[in-house]
């Protein structure tokens, strides 16, 4: 399996803040990479998948970049409803998850 | 509307056995990987296993190999979790999910509310 690491664990910013979560893979994925925002008592909902294509809906400020091992999601002016955790997971060999970012607010 | 709904969780006691099921309506669930995805209490995400569309094909994680088993019924639109030899480590909300994609890429999407599963004497 492979075991995908985010970083950081945890963050806190304010509305407005540029945000970014790293995800590291063990070994190359190439670009079999999705990225997911879950809120409390919700079921995890996809961003971006394979590394950088954005999820129809999902607003602009939200990106993707990265491939072979080292990935980032960004968020380019958090917003309010965008407090809550974050977690990559792979797609090119079975499927794992990164152990998640929660984003709080500061 | 596409909905994924699960059904049969609760508190089971240690060693015991447990079925989860999952009804798909809404999107043509023989077309579709699925797969099953856990979240223990407070944390991430793991992802249990998946099932290819014919049912010719499935894939575990290693800490569930040999106790669960995935199945699905096309005809029922409906994805199972056989779970067995549970233990205090597997409780967990357990969400069943769809595998969309393009080429050769996936993700999970749709999503069910997940359904509860407490292992505990």
């Known amino acids: 399996d492979i075991q995908m690491t985010q970083s950081p664990s945890s963050l806190s910013a304010s509305v407005g803040d540029r945000v970014t979560i790293t995800c590291r893979a063990r070994?190359?994925?190439?670009?079999?990479l999705n990225w997911y925002q879950q809120k409390p008592g919700k079921a995890p909902k996809l961003l971006i998948y394979?590394?950088?294509s954005l999820q129809s809906g999902v607003p602009s400020r939200f990106s993707g970049s990265g491939s072979g091992t080292d990935f980032t999601l960004t968020i380019s002016s958090l917003q309010p409803e965008d407090f809550a955790t974050y977690y990559c997971?792979?797609?090119?060999?079975?499927?794992?998850f990164g152990q998640g970012t929660k984003v709080e607010i500061k | 509307e596409v909905q994924l709904v699960e059904s049969g969780g609760g508190l089971v006691q240690p060693g015991e056995s447990l079925t989860l099921s999952c009804v798909a309506s809404?999107?043509?669930?023989?077309?579709?990987?699925m797969s099953w995805v856990r979240q223990a209490p407070g944390k991430g995400l793991e992802w249990v296993g998946n099932?290819?569309?014919?049912?010719?094909?499935?894939y575990y994680v290693d800490s569930v190999k040999g106790r669960f088993t995935i199945s699905r019924d096309n005809a029922k639109n409906s994805l199972y979790l056989h779970m067995s030899g549970l233990r205090a480590e597997d409780t967990a909300i357990y969400y069943c999910?769809?595998?969309?994609?393009?080429?050769?890429?996936?993700?999970?999407?749709?999503w069910g509310q997940g359904i509860l599963v407490t292992v505990s004497s």
């Open positions: 809404g999107f043509t669930f023989s077309n579709y990987w």
């Open positions: 394979a590394a950088t």
């Open positions: 070994q190359s994925i190439s670009n079999y």
């Open positions: 099932i290819k569309q014919d049912g010719s094909q499935k």
């Open positions: 999910a769809g595998e969309s994609h393009t080429s050769s890429w996936y993700w999970f999407d749709p």
């Open positions: 997971q792979q797609c090119y060999s079975a499927r794992a």
